[in-house]
């Protein structure tokens, strides 16, 4: 089955430093979304990604989709203490009857 | 903020019991999801539906079992709960109609201990 792998696992940063989280895909995506899940709570959407090599950005947020719709990534510039918790990339596959796939997440802790 | 609702929100159970976890959402959604995720650790699709009388399992094999009679509510039931079902249980519902077409909606979650 589809299997979606996130590097790294966790990262440590000092605030004010930049951060990203990798997400690659065993098959072919339709589409690749990314959420947040703040300690203690549930996942939010962050965002969807369609087409082959999209990026797009929300304020210090910057998503990239590959070209071969595999893999994207997730850049945060400057990083705050709002930017704590786990980020997952969550695959859908293709055809009629689609299904997801979340990412194994990476947690990012920022040291104030 | 979503309107998607889960009780019990905690739940602490003996080993044999049966359980149904409640999942409901008011708006409107086709697609809803089950999810089971350990603390920290990845989110697990086990269960979900694309509309009324539709359901089909996830990648994670599991024994329970789900219900689409209406739209707005999705319960997963546990004939006979054990130790290893011990986890967090996320709902979530999607609809093409959304502003992002598939993006999902997260219920608060039950946090379910079997002894």
């Known amino acids: 089955g589809q299997q979606v792998m996130q590097i790294p696992q966790y990262q440590h940063v000092q605030e004010g430093e930049d951060f990203t989280t990798y997400c690659n895909s065993s098959?072919?995506?339709?589409?690749i979304q990314w959420y947040k899940q703040r300690p203690g709570g549930h996942p939010v959407f962050l965002i969807q990604?369609?087409?082959?090599?999209e990026v797009k950005k929300q304020k210090r947020l910057t998503f990239q989709f590959g070209e071969a719709k595999k893999n994207s990534s997730l850049h945060i510039t400057a990083t705050q203490t709002t930017d704590v918790g786990t980020y997952f990339c969550?695959?859908?596959?293709?055809?009629?009857?689609?299904?997801?796939?979340f990412g194994t997440g990476t947690k990012l802790q920022v040291i104030p | 903020e979503a309107d998607i609702y889960q009780t019990p929100r905690y739940l602490v159970i003996g080993t044999g019991k049966k359980i149904t976890l409640e999942c409901s959402q008011t708006?409107?959604?086709?697609?809803m999801y089950w999810y089971q995720q350990d603390p920290g650790m990845e989110l697990h699709l086990i269960h979900y539906?694309?509309?009324?009388?539709?359901?089909e399992k996830g990648d994670l094999s599991s024994e329970s079992t789900v219900s689409r009679i209406r739209t707005e509510h999705f319960p997963l039931t546990l004939e006979s709960a054990r130790p290893s079902h011990t986890s967090q249980y996320l709902c979530?519902?999607?609809?093409?109609?959304?502003?992002?077409?598939?993006?999902?909606?997260f219920g608060p979650g039950t946090r379910l201990t079997v002894t």
């Open positions: 979530a519902s999607s609809g093409a109609s959304g502003r992002s077409g598939y993006e999902q909606y």
């Open positions: 969550a695959g859908w596959s293709p055809g009629g009857y689609q299904k997801v796939t």
């Open positions: 098959t072919t995506l339709s589409n």
């Open positions: 990604l369609v087409k082959s090599g």
């Open positions: 539906s694309y509309g009324v009388n539709s359901t």
């Open positions: 708006m409107g959604h086709d697609k």
